[in-house]
């Protein structure tokens, strides 16, 4: 780590210093341990995709960095998680870490290895130091987890490509987008995109880790509705942290911050301050998901009735929302266009506010391209990719993407609302302060989709039902 032109140690300001005898007393005396070292489950998977990748560009060096830990502030790091591109051909958790495809097409995958005990790191960097971080693995070690071949990161043969024939996927690790000069940005480009539209068609394994979190997300739910009261107000934060508890307990973690809007917050699509209360009689809009062992996340959204019941107006944007959701699930199947779902889904919703006397047009005006008034009440389209990443694919061109077909084994998500502001004077007064979002998972099949998340219930009487049984069940535990 180079800090104002200095290589660090791994020491901070508030570090002791450690006079020599203590430092020779701890170099000494300790025993020697291994790791039981099993190789993951997907690592065949990822063999794969490294091969597919390479066959893809022969000839070529293809250099995909894992990224770097962030500074939170001062000497405190965000909690690292590696490149979803990177992970996707490796499986690899550390940071700093960098596969290499050799222009024979063979994988190299450069690591820092366990911190070594003919040095002091092990016992003074806080950064890489085995009493500081824990146990590292070898290089053999990684090897056999990973199945694929590795070498020290400080072999790393970055000076020696020629840029020409070298292609970098960048953005993610600053030392290696300097270390390799970029000749033609369009090349680098390329790298990116082909690896996003490789991973919109999902693998079985791939599946079976979204499905699991999935599941723990449909537990981190339940957990919620048993701590919502129907008769008092409690934190949006608590919500959130009960749901965060069960994401720690069950996977990595949140694949994202957690959306919770109570009230009026529930028109804030992003909203993750969640720093209001819930109201008795109001909505609650959590939008939520684990990301599990293996970086795949869930990303669902549910809105529950704070009291327990829909009062009839809340019923009605619920329906509509309902309703074009349905509508969606409907035309999800291989050979449809992304953007003609999306249509499906928005007609739906412009079809109800019409029918609310809210929409100032026509419903055939409304969807005009050049016109599209519904999305007032709307802003978002009706979903996205998920895998990997909550917005999977990202770097997919338009053409496979926003303008393309749908097809067996890709997971997207299926997600219409409804949004009346509270300043909104376009609206009635009773609407003003309502959101409604309904938001599933959804697979493709041959014959047409399946909903991963059908684990919660989307029917507004259903909601009503399950809300009813996870309170009468009350508050758990993950365990």
């Known amino acids: 780590m180079v800090a104002d032109g200095k290589e660090k140690d791994g020491t901070e300001s508030h570090d002791p210093m450690y006079p020599e005898k203590f430092l020779e007393f701890m170099r000494t005396g300790w025993r020697d341990t291994e790791l039981v070292t099993a190789q993951v489950t997907g690592a065949p998977n990822f063999a794969k995709r490294r091969a597919t990748l390479a066959a893809a560009f022969p000839g070529e060096t293809l250099v995909i960095p894992s990224g770097r830990e962030m500074v939170r502030a001062n000497d405190t790091g965000f909690p690292f998680r590696p490149g979803s591109d990177f992970f996707y051909l490796t499986g690899e958790h550390d940071p700093e870490s960098v596969l290499i495809l050799r222009s024979d097409g063979s994988a190299v995958l450069y690591v820092r290895p366990r911190s070594p005990r003919d040095t002091d790191e092990f016992f003074k960097d806080r950064m890489y130091g085995e009493l500081w971080i824990g146990r590292r693995h070898t290089l053999a070690e990684k090897t056999a987890e990973l199945g694929v071949e ?32 970029q000749t ?38 339940e957990d919620v509705a048993r701590v919502l009261p129907a008769d008092r107000p ?17 996977g990595n973690g949140l694949g994202y911050s957690s959306i919770v809007g109570a009230g009026s917050h529930a028109t804030i699509l992003h909203w993750i301050r969640n720093d209001g209360r819930t109201t008795p009689g109001e909505l609650l809009l959590a939008d939520m ?44 199947k291989p050979g449809a266009k992304f953007s003609d779902v999306h249509l499906v889904c928005m007609r739906v919703l412009a079809e109800g506010l019409h029918d609310m006397g809210i929409l100032p047009v026509s419903v055939d005006e409304a969807m005009e391209k050049d016109s599209m008034l519904y999305r007032r009440w709307t802003l978002h389209g009706f ?15 338009q ?18 609302g409804l949004y009346f502001q509270p300043e909104d004077d376009l609206v009635p007064e009773e609407l003003r302060g309502i959101g409604v979002r309904i938001e599933d998972d959804v697979l493709v099949t041959a014959t047409g989709c399946k909903n991963l998340s059908d684990g ?9 039902r399950w809300l009813a049984e996870q309170r009468e069940a009350g508050p758990r535990l993950p365990g």
């Open 383 to 397: 979903g996205h990719m998920l895998g990997i990443d909550v917005h999977d694919c990202a770097n997919a061109r």
């Open 456 to 464: 919660l219930p989307r029917h507004p009487d259903d909601v009503e």
């Open 234 to 250: 409690v934190s949006e934060r608590l919500i959130e942290g009960v749901f965060g508890l069960r994401a720690r307990h069950d």
């Open 289 to 332: 998901g684990v990301e599990g062992h293996h970086l795949y996340t869930a990303d669902v959204t549910r809105t529950l009735p704070v009291s327990g019941t829909f009062t009839p107006l809340q019923r009605q944007v619920y329906d509509i929302v309902y309703r074009s959701q349905e509508a969606g699930m409907e035309a999800i």
């Open 150 to 181: 590795t070498a020290n990161l400080a072999d790393l043969p970055l000076d020696e490509l020629a840029p020409a024939r070298t292609r970098v996927l960048r953005g993610l690790d600053p030392h290696v987008d300097r270390r390799v000069r």
């Open 399 to 416: 053409e496979k993407y926003k303008d393309g077909e749908l097809a067996e084994g890709y997971v997207l998500t299926n997600e219409p």
């Open 184 to 221: 033609d940005p369009g090349r680098d480009a390329e790298l990116a995109w082909f690896i996003s539209e490789m991973k919109l068609v999902k693998d079985e394994w791939e599946i079976a880790q979204l499905q699991d979190a999935i599941d723990a997300t449909v537990r981190g739910f």
